[in-house]
Every structure is written in structure tokens, then in C-alpha cells.
Nanobody
């Protein structure tokens, strides 16, 4: 059974930092690209960041470039999202995601709430 468990969300002020963690189990973590998505109230879920299986390639939404950093520790089967210079528009539920192909499909965590006040 695949599990993705996010943690680290909370209420912070604009300009503050937060680090999210996603602990993965039930699959070979090091084989797969991992991604962070977020969904704000009334908006569609959007891709925030992705990281290759070995951490060598990362990509980010334009809205978070220069502020967020995705990383992974394959030994711990954990992917992180370091969020700096947070803005109110970053307020959302943040979800961890892995796509294991056509047969197994995508898996999602339950999400962790990030709220940024002005």
C-alpha cells in the first residue's frame, strides 16, 4: 500500500519560511520523480515543483521560482519543499504526488495546510 504523508504546514506571516516534508512508503522511492502540488480555495490544483529520481533535475512553477526549493533524500524516502519569502498568495493545501505509470497510476498525500498572513 502506497502512502504519502505530508507534514510541516502551518500559519506564518508574509516573508517567513516553512519546510514541508513528504514521507513515502510502499514503493521504490528512488525510482520515481516526485512532485509538489498546491490548491488554493476556489482554484485548480497546480504543480509547484518536481524533482528527478536522483535529485539531479528540478523544475518550478514561475510563481515560486527563486523562493522555493525541492529536494529529496532517497535513503529516508522523503521529499521536501523549502519555502522562503512566503506570500499570502502561497496560501493553499500542499500535496505530495508520485506518478508510477499507466498500471499503478498516481498517488497523493492527504495534504498539509499552509496559511500566509499579511
Amino acid at each position: 500500500q502506497v502512502q504519502l504523508v505530508e507534514s510541516g504546514g502551518g500559519l506564518v506571516q508574509a516573508g517567513d519560511s516553512l519546510r514541508l516534508s513528504c514521507a513515502a512508503s510502499g514503493f521504490t522511492f528512488s525510482w520515481y520523480v516526485m512532485r509538489w502540488y498546491r490548491q488554493a480555495p476556489g482554484k485548480e490544483r497546480e504543480l509547484v515543483a518536481g524533482i528527478s529520481h536522483d535529485g539531479g533535475i528540478t523544475n518550478y512553477a514561475d510563481s515560486v521560482k527563486g523562493r522555493f526549493t525541492i529536494s529529496r533524500d532517497n535513503a529516508k524516502a522523503t521529499v521536501y519543499l523549502q519555502m522562503n519569502s512566503l506570500k499570502p498568495e502561497d496560501t493553499a493545501v500542499y500535496y505530495c504526488n508520485v506518478d508510477r505509470g499507466t498500471y499503478y497510476g498516481e498517488s497523493w498525500g492527504q495534504g498539509t495546510q499552509v496559511t500566509v498572513s499579511s
